[in-house]
């Protein structure tokens, strides 16, 4: 069966995966469809982020929506760019063991295992799909693993921050298990596309460079042709979290107010631009 650039193996689905895939073989998507998909996955879901919501959550993330969503970033053309420039960096590090935090179809962890051959490459993810293990299995350097390992060299957070609801929790938890002088790399999505990147972290799109570090890291800088990807890099600096916290709180309440002007001015600039 084929779907989107990818011929797929019905064999390695499940059930409920391949009735959901086969509806859209021999179809063009683009990413606006998928966003779509996602939003109607989250309805059907009922999910949100409430204490009682957890199962609700866990469905919606073990949809197969995500495995579409995968195989469509298998195909597209600028998330492989980001792929490539990604990997291309981490390379350039020559590490011993790189950490792909809730890598999903495996799309990147595959290119950075073929890219840095005498590198471990792990992949932790809550939701693992049959299909993306079965794509792993070629590469001798990666694997699925359910936790994160100790010491890692580098890490990469690609399109998950957005998704929990303590960002800066998760970030120290990568951070925990990143050696001193390592590297954590998020690629952070804070704004509304889908309905699952939660709208109490939106104000992070302007914070998180500025905050995450008083953690105990160094904001290096963006990733050269994925400039999304934020660099930190670990430092031996004890973890500041009561002036984190008040500075996260400070964010999401100047963040509207930000939104707002911006909305006034740019329009004005715009203009002085012109004449």
Known sequence: MRVLCQDIDSQILDLQELNYLSSFSGKDLKVEDIWKL??????????????????AVSLFYASPVWLLNGIFTECD???????????????????????????????????????CLKSEVKIVEPYPKKIAKHLAEPYKNLEYISKLPESADIIVAQDVLEHVSDPLNVFSQLLDSTKVGGYVIVANCFYPVIKCHLPHVFHFRYSFRFIAPMLGCDYIGTLPGANHAQIFRKNDRTKKWRQTRIFEKMSYFIFPICEVSKSILKPIFSRTKHN
Request: glycine share 10%; charged share 30%.
């Open 38 to 55: 996602m939003d109607e996955a989250w309805d059907d879901s009922s999910a949100g982020y409430g204490q009682d919501d957890e199962l």
């Open 77 to 115: 053309s600028l998330s492989k760019q980001h792929r490539e420039s990604i990997s291309q960096w981490v390379a350039k590090i020559e590490p011993h063991l790189v950490v792909d935090f809730g890598g999903g179809y495996g799309s990147l962890a595959r290119k950075i295992a073929e890219t």
